[in-house]
């Protein structure tokens, strides 16, 4: 499909795979609706785009991968990967971080300022849609499903908390709090996953993700839970 206001990403993808694999393209639009319906009535297909290499037809994005010898294109299902991101984003950021400011990889430094900076980066994906977010949330924490708003309160928590614990400002007000707001969602997880053997989504990186609830979701709250409880004696001694 290419229109005014549609380019078909698959056929782009699949152009690409094709020519990087030697072979010329011919490349056929269907540049209305009207078109899109009649081109799969024809070939008797309900997706485009629609691939033939000498005149045998291979089939979709997914056929063509397969012909190829690829595996899937991976477009559903369970996935760490935006995890993943955040976690190796928010450690480098750490790590330059240390050295800029110390001159040195000092491994407490780094530690704190990579679980501060991933509270922001997971805050921030809760807080760029918070109703999806909100979704995902109260179907397993204790405290949201009974005050639905603490779910939006939690991702401000997050957010704030992972700013304020950069810098180590008002850590006697904000500690406390994390460690409250994380110890209910470390309980909450332990009930759903563990207790109740309910397959869910994590709301971590916010709604409509296919993150599986489960360990690592735990060992973010621990994480932070951790974090609440030595920035308190840091600021104590």
Known sequence: MVTPDHLCPWGIKGKDLLKRHGYEVEDHH?????????FKEKHNVDETPQIWIEDEHIGGIDELRE?????????????????????????GMALTT???SLGALEPVRIIELFIAFTMCAL?????????????????????AQRYVPYAAVYAYIETVGGILMIAGLL?????PIILIATTIGAVSIIKAVYI?????????VG???????????????LGMMAMAI????????
């Not at 269907?30 to 009649?38: G, H, Y």
């Not at 994906?125 to 405290?143: A, H, M, P, T």
């Not at 850590?171 to 500690?175: K, N, Q, R, S």
């Not at 709604?207 to 709250?221: A, H, K, M, R, T």
């Open 98 to 100: 240390t050295w800029a």
């Open 123 to 143: 805050g921030i994906q809760k807080l760029r849609d918070i109703q999806s977010y909100e979704n995902g949330f109260v179907q397993y924490d204790l405290l």
């Open 171 to 175: 850590t006697w007000v904000i500690a």
């Open 196 to 204: 109740e053997k309910r397959d869910l989504k994590c709301a971590c």
């Open 30 to 38: 269907l540049s209305t609706m009207d078109e899109d319906k009649a």
């Open 67 to 91: 012909h190829l010898g690829l595996g899937p294109d991976p477009k559903e299902g369970e996935t760490y990967q935006p995890v993943i991101a955040i976690f190796a984003v928010t450690l």
């Open 207 to 221: 709604g409509g993700s296919d993150v599986p609830l489960g360990f690592i979701s735990l060992s973010e709250n």
């Open 230 to 237: 030595w920035m308190m004696i840091k600021a104590a001694t």
